[in-house]
């Protein structure tokens, strides 16, 4: 093997790849090649726990080793063959980023790595629901309707109805563009006709106010400190003259506690997110592994989603991890699925 092909099997093994460092199961779970479902023509199945984090084609490494946080960190877990996120984003955004929020950030002096532009496919985890981090809009968002779904262990995907034929050949097509067969597909920009794209309109104004407000508040906490509303009311092209910043922070903060909570900075400067009207899709969730699915059968599984404003819910159907995972984008949704149990995110 080559230099460079060995350094690229530490990138993705660590440097212990081998027949005795690594268990040979493990090599075998990413060996398994691409099988479809018998019960889905076009649904692949996952034999084992790991692989869902397929590995694309990558195009230099020393760009991936620097978007890494820790270059000695595989990308592949050597003991559970789980991919990293550095994985899933790579193959999502085309960066081995280790982080999932927007931007890079600063802690202790340290640059840390985020998501720099809208993607194509988007990503949602069970782990922020649980307060373990902060998916950012431009993977909360992403220009198609497709989301990867994390869960502690796994990764399954959810997305709207689609002509999902012609989806299915724009994502062949990209991925023969990455590999240079083909060029870059112009059928991106014909599918929006053909998508129903409700669920990744265009970013409210309510919306972009609520990302300001957390890049002021890293730690998610849901509020931020009375002296920088001046600078997030700049940053959202508020009136920010002393006077009238001064007149809101008695206002937001009339306990005088020295603190701007999310929810009343919303509802004085963007109420119109109060008065959303309730909207129904059509959505299908996958899981790759046979043993997750209804009868052990690798197939769609059907539903209806019912998007809702910030009024209180007419619905309540489940609490179920893949709820408790979607409500981290959309607070209010609820969903009904067409079989008797709802699918799996492990």
């Not at 660590?14 to 075998?28: E, H, S, W, Y």
């Not at 063959?81 to 081995?96: C, R």
């Not at 937001?252 to 963007?270: A, C, T």
């Not at 046979?290 to 769609?300: D, F, I, R």
Request: charged share 20%.
């Amino acid at each position: 093997m080559s230099e460079a092909g060995q350094e690229l099997v530490h990138l993705v093994w660590g440097k212990k790849a081998g027949p005795r460092g690594l268990a040979d199961t493990i090599f075998c779970r990413w060996a398994q090649g691409f099988v479809f479902s018998d019960s889905e023509s076009t649904a692949l199945e996952q034999f084992e726990g790991g692989p869902c984090a397929v590995i694309a084609p990558v195009q230099g490494i020393e760009n991936i080793k620097n978007e890494i946080e820790d270059a000695t960190e595989p990308l592949i877990d050597p003991v559970y063959g789980h991919g990293s996120q550095s994985l899933i984003n790579l193959l999502l955004t085309g960066h081995a980023v280790s982080n999932v929020w927007d931007g890079d950030r600063e802690c202790s002096g340290m640059k840390l790595l985020g998501i720099h532009k809208q993607a194509t496919v988007g990503f949602l985890t069970l782990m922020e629901s649980l307060r373990y981090c902060k998916v950012g809009s431009y993977l909360k968002s992403p220009k198609f309707p497709i989301w990867i779904l994390g869960s502690e262990t796994h990764l399954t995907v959810f997305f709207a109805k689609t002509t999902f034929l012609l989806l299915w050949v724009i994502a062949m097509e990209y991925y023969m563009a990455q590999l240079g067969i083909l060029p870059v597909p112009d059928s991106f920009q014909a599918v929006n006709e053909l998508m129903d794209m409700a669920l990744v309109a265009p970013e409210a104004p309510s919306e972009q106010a609520r990302r300001v407000f957390q890049t002021y508040d890293p730690e998610d906490n849901g509020f931020i400190p009375d002296t920088l509303l001046e600078d997030v009311m700049k940053a959202l092209d508020l009136v920010s003259d002393p006077e009238y910043v001064n007149l809101m922070k008695t206002k937001l903060d009339p306990e005088g506690l020295g603190i701007i909570l999310l929810g009343p900075f919303l509802q004085e400067f963007f109420p119109e997110q109060d008065s959303r009207v309730s909207e129904s899709f059509t959505v299908y969730h996958y899981n790759g592994l046979k043993q997750s699915n209804y009868n052990e059968k690798v197939m769609y599984v059907e539903g209806t989603a019912v998007v809702m404003g910030f009024e209180e819910p007419m619905l309540q159907t489940d609490d179920t991890p893949v709820k408790r995972c979607l409500q981290t984008k959309w607070p209010y949704i609820e969903l009904l699925w067409t079989t008797d149990r709802s699918p799996s995110l492990n």
